[in-house]
């Protein structure tokens, strides 16, 4: 079984819309993230926590809010989508702040 | 602020030429630089953190190297199943840990 799973897998949803994408880890660690990857952008950091009660904001986080419900699971929420909102979104462990372990992505697609 | 540029933005070689990739950065105290390897459509894989100039780590075909100004990703006798993105990030010492991502180097190996 996958270390850091991420569900659903692909999206596509409308413009206005509320969006959730969860990510759920067996690694045992305390620190998550969450990045948006777009065509020739590369890897850019919405949000991340290092524990259930600490919770930062990233680089681009404006139109995102996240939720970390225990340990294992830390979520990523679109209030209301739009177009722009469209791209690769990926969950990363990490223990002690070391080497960040990817979740498989999940691919939104905003009408 | 955290830089990373990665040269070239793609790079194809034959079945045996081996070649280098290059990954320059400025960040206000290195506290570690990873590399990644990712497949279309899928979350980035880790491959090497590198911690201080002059350290060298390898795996299979590949040889991270890494200075004070930058890292190479050396790839000999490369095969078609290397052809894929290679990520570099930077993490500085300061707070975060966040990782700081450039646009990657798409690689493709022609048999």
């Known amino acids: 079984d996958a270390d850091v799973t991420q569900t659903p897998r692909n999206r596509i949803t409308k413009t206005g819309k509320r969006i959730m994408l969860e990510c759920s880890q067996t690694?045992?660690?305390?620190?998550m993230y969450w990045y948006r990857q777009d065509p020739g952008l590369g890897l850019r950091l919405i949000y991340y926590s290092f524990d259930v009660k600490d919770i930062n904001k990233g680089e681009i986080s404006d139109g995102y809010s996240v939720s970390r419900q225990a340990q294992a699971k830390f979520s990523l929420s679109l209030e209301s989508a739009i177009p722009n909102q469209t791209a690769l979104y990926f969950c990363?462990?990490?223990?002690?702040?070391?080497?960040?372990?990817f979740g498989p992505g999940t691919r939104l697609t905003v009408l | 602020e955290d830089q990373v540029t990665q040269s070239p933005e793609a790079l194809r070689l034959q079945e045996g030429e081996s070649s280098s990739l290059n990954c320059s950065y400025t960040?206000?105290?290195?506290?570690?630089l990873f590399w990644y390897r990712q497949d279309p459509g899928k979350g980035p894989e880790f491959l090497f953190t590198?911690?201080?100039a002059g350290e060298e780590k390898e795996k299979e075909r590949l040889k991270a190297t890494l200075t004070k100004k930058e890292s190479f990703l050396h790839i000999t006798a490369p095969k078609p199943e290397d052809s894929a993105t290679y990520l570099c990030?930077?993490?500085?010492?300061?707070?975060?840990?966040?990782?700081?991502f450039g646009k990657g180097t798409k690689l493709s190996v022609i048999p």
């Open positions: 990030a930077v993490q500085s010492g300061a707070g975060s840990y966040q990782l700081t």
């Open positions: 960040v206000s105290g290195l506290r570690g």
């Open positions: 990363a462990t990490t223990e002690r702040g070391d080497t960040q372990y």
């Open positions: 590198l911690y201080s």
């Open positions: 690694k045992g660690h305390d620190r």
